[in-house]
């Protein structure tokens, strides 16, 4: 996924308060930036770990940025802001990255089903699969 700008990175000192953590940048800047995801976080998050941000020039905001992603105890990547989940998903479904799940032919986001007419984050079609509704 491209972030523009381009995303800064740094170190996770503590999240706290569920929508704040203060890390300490490349370049040695400590800043205390929103944190997005109010979940427990528990495999997403170490003090210490990698995190990348982005920065706001919006003069009316609190807080200098947001985190966008960290770099778990497992050293995988997690999608910390929950806004941007989906869009970096269809990104890596259309590249082909996913190769479980390529060859579809549609790729439909937010689409009801069933009865109760729950909804999914992406419904994908394929050649010679059957019709859901």
């Known amino acids: 996924m491209r972030f523009a700008p381009q995303l800064e990175q740094g170190r996770l000192l503590i999240r706290y308060k569920r929508f704040l ?3 300490e940048t490349d370049s040695g800047e400590l800043l205390t930036i929103h944190c997005p995801n109010t979940g427990s976080m528990l495999n997403c998050m170490m003090p210490g770990g990698r995190v990348w941000f ?13 985190w966008e992603i960290s770099e778990t105890p497992q050293g995988r990547l ?3 802001n929950t806004g941007r989940a989906n869009t970096l998903v269809e990104e890596a479904l259309r590249a082909g990255v996913i190769s479980e799940l390529e060859g579809f032919t549609t790729l439909k986001r937010e689409v ?5 007419k729950s909804r999914v984050d992406f419904r994908l079609e394929y050649p010679e699969s059957p019709r859901v509704s």
Do not use: H
């Open 78 to 80: 997690a999608c910390i």
């Open 54 to 66: 982005s920065r706001s020039s919006d003069p009316k905001r609190k807080l200098p940025g947001t």
């Open 112 to 116: 009801a089903y069933g009865q109760e």
């Open 21 to 23: 953590a203060d890390i």
